[in-house]
């Protein structure tokens, strides 16, 4: 069966830093394009950062130079780094695997940073 876990989620103060991981089963994680995206309540879910089976990357405006989105083709995971949070990166954070015309969801994880 196909799965993305997600791990890391948090409460951490503005400044701070939090690291997400994505666990990927080896069935969709190689060639799929692998990515972030983060929600919250009345709004509509939105990209953060996306990572391809060759390292290209692509960041939201509003996260660039403070995430880094990475893949351990090794381990089947992806991970972000999210450094200097602020209030308003909180959110539900999702893992996404696209693979073709085949995308698959994790479960999400909830970020919360406090002022």
């Known amino acids: 069966q196909v799965q993305l876990v997600e791990s890391g989620g948090g409460l951490v103060q503005a400044g701070g830093s939090l690291r997400l991981s994505c666990a990927a089963s080896?069935?969709?994680?190689?060639?799929?394009?692998m990515g972030w995206y983060r929600q919250t309540p009345g709004k509509q879910r939105e990209l953060v950062a996306t990572?391809?089976?060759?390292?290209?990357?692509n960041y939201a405006d509003s996260v660039k130079g403070r995430f880094t989105v990475s893949r351990d083709n090794a381990k089947n995971t992806v991970s972000l780094q999210m450094n200097s949070l602020k209030p308003e990166d909180t959110a539900v954070y999702y893992c996404?695997?696209?693979?073709?015309?085949?995308?698959?969801w994790g479960q999400g994880t909830q970020v919360t940073v406090s002022s």
């Open positions: 996404k695997a696209t693979r073709g015309l085949l995308v698959y």
């Open positions: 990572i391809t089976s060759t390292g290209s990357t």
């Open positions: 080896g069935r969709i994680y190689s060639s799929s394009v």
